[in-house]
């Protein structure tokens, strides 16, 4: 039974547009979530994460949003680049240092 | 040099084969993880350690063990390796203050 789930397995999103990535969870003993992207051939890196005590955080392009009550949570990528193409998973902790449990991954194509 | 360095990158093996994937951080931290990538299932965590005398199951631990030599170095063991275990392995450490996880390149790993 997957706890954090990514129902989307790809998106393909033109170059300047916004792209939203979605991920719902159910254990709502999680409260720590991140965000990590990763190329082929290389492994996942880091990107973005929030606690459970904000409902955004924001980095560059980079937001992230987290419904609690939803248990739902999503990046949005604004504007879009090319260079954004690649596989982004969506992870979850009970509290921040402990082990992760990630989602299956949401492919994006970003299209120029 | 990378912070999380795993060995080898690739390998083919046959099953019924023993075979030892290696795994060593610079990053000075304690926790260290390995992690299973199978299409669509994101990343699987096979076994996690938060300390040179602590050693914890994950998900999916059956059929592997692992070894923790030092502080900067956790070792993953098939023992019998079978043609279900072929996937992309990761190891990881993390930051126990952030709980940021830093991953390793991966191994690529084939039993036929």
């Known amino acids: 039974d997957q706890q954090v789930k990514q129902n989307s397995p790809s998106l393909s999103v033109q170059e300047g547009r916004i792209s939203i990535l979605n991920c719902d969870y159910t254990n709502s003993m999680f409260d720590y979530f991140l965000w990590y992207k990763k190329y082929p051939a290389e492994g996942p890196t880091f990107l973005i994460s929030i606690s459970s005590i904000k409902d955004k955080n924001e980095d560059g392009r980079f937001t992230v949003f987290l419904n609690k009550s939803a248990k739902h949570l999503s990046l949005h990528i604004v504007p879009s680049q090319p260079g954004d193409s690649a596989v982004y998973f969506c992870a979850a902790t009970e509290a921040a240092g402990n082990k992760l449990t990630f989602g299956g991954g949401t492919r994006v194509l970003v299209k120029p | 040099d990378a912070d999380v360095t795993q060995t080898p990158r690739n390998r083919i093996t046959k099953t019924g084969k023993r075979i030892m994937l290696e795994c060593s951080q610079t990053?000075?931290?304690?926790?260290m993880y390995w992690y299973r990538q199978d299409p669509g299932l994101g990343l699987q965590l096979i076994y996690y350690?938060?300390?040179?005398?602590?050693?914890n199951k994950g998900e999916i631990s059956d059929g592997y063990s692992v070894s923790r030599q030092a502080q900067a170095k956790f070792s993953l063991s098939l023992e019998s390796a079978i043609p279900n275990q072929t996937a992309l392995y990761f190891c990881?450490?993390?930051?126990?203050?952030?709980?940021?996880?830093?991953f390793g390149q991966g191994t690529r790993l084939t039993v036929v």
């Open positions: 990053k000075g931290h304690d926790r």
């Open positions: 990881a450490t993390s930051d126990s203050a952030t709980g940021r996880a830093f």
């Open positions: 350690s938060f300390d040179v005398k602590d050693i």
